[in-house]
T-cell receptor
Framework: RKEVEQDPGPFNVPEGATVAFNCTYS??????FFWYRQDCRKEPKLLMS???SGNEDGRFTAQLNRASQYISLLIRDSKLSDSATYLC?????????FGSGTKLNVKP | DTGVSQDPRHKITKRGQNVTFRCDPI?????LYWYRQTLGQGPEFLTY????????KSRLLSDRFSAERPKGSFSTLEIQRTEQGDSAMYLC????????????????FGPGTRLTVL
């Protein structure tokens, strides 16, 4: 079983829509969680950390559910510029495990 | 530019040749990571350094792969006798390392070296 699993998508949404992605992880002892964004043929860039209490950064909200071992990312009021692949990252004992990414296409 | 840099950005080589990539991390970062990414997949961990010490190596890192960070600053990744299956994006990332007891860390990625083995 993979350490981190994501729905590859693509999620095709109109501008202004709200979209949510989930990511499941297999190791209950995982310590830290992140969402990264990756544009086509570019390097991953940190979007936000995911805290146990949940956290919000503008239009983006991240949640952690330790009981069910998943994290989520909610994007409100989608912009064309949000089109990218969103990578879920889980840290276990100093090793970073990346999901395969969920592709988001925001259409005009 | 104070970000992570990698050189070269692109490398095309013939099967059987050796290649070497370089990564310069953010200057105050203690940790340096190497990843490989193929199309449609997330980055796969290869190895990481804490200063000059190589602390972890993935099973993905065959005997043909070697990484060094001799002075705890820049790092090199060498692939010997390249195979077509080595074609991928090789990403380097650096971080400060987790604050004591926190278990968390944040990595910053370089632009990657895209390797094509013909």
């Amino acid at each position: 079983r993979k350490e981190v699993e994501q729905d590859p998508g693509p999620f095709n949404v109109p501008e202004g829509a709200t979209v949510a992605f989930n990511c499941t992880y297999s190791n209950s002892a995982s310590q830290s969680f992140f969402w990264y964004r990756q544009d086509c043929r570019k390097e991953p860039k940190l979007l936000m950390s995911v805290y146990s209490s949940g956290n919000e950064d503008g239009r983006f909200t991240a949640q952690l559910n330790r009981a069910s071992q998943y994290i989520s990312l909610l994007i409100r009021d989608s912009k064309l510029s949000d089109s990218a692949t969103y990578l879920c990252v889980v840290i276990n004992f100093n090793k970073f495990y990346f999901g395969s990414g969920t592709k988001l296409n925001v259409k005009p | 530019d104070t970000g992570v840099s990698q050189d070269p950005r692109h490398k095309i080589t013939k099967r059987g040749q050796n290649v070497t990539f370089r990564c310069d991390p953010i200057s105050e970062h203690n940790r340096l990571y190497w990843y490989r990414q193929t199309l449609g997949q997330g980055p796969e961990f290869l190895t990481y350094f804490q200063n000059e010490a190589q602390l972890e190596k993935s099973r993905l890192l065959s005997d043909r792969f070697s990484a060094e960070r001799p002075k705890g600053s820049f790092s090199t990744l060498e692939i010997q006798r390249t195979e077509q299956g080595d074609s991928a994006m090789y990403l380097c990332a650096s971080s400060l390392g987790p604050p004591q007891g926190s278990g968390t860390d944040t990595q910053y990625f370089g632009p990657g070296t895209r390797l094509t083995v013909l």
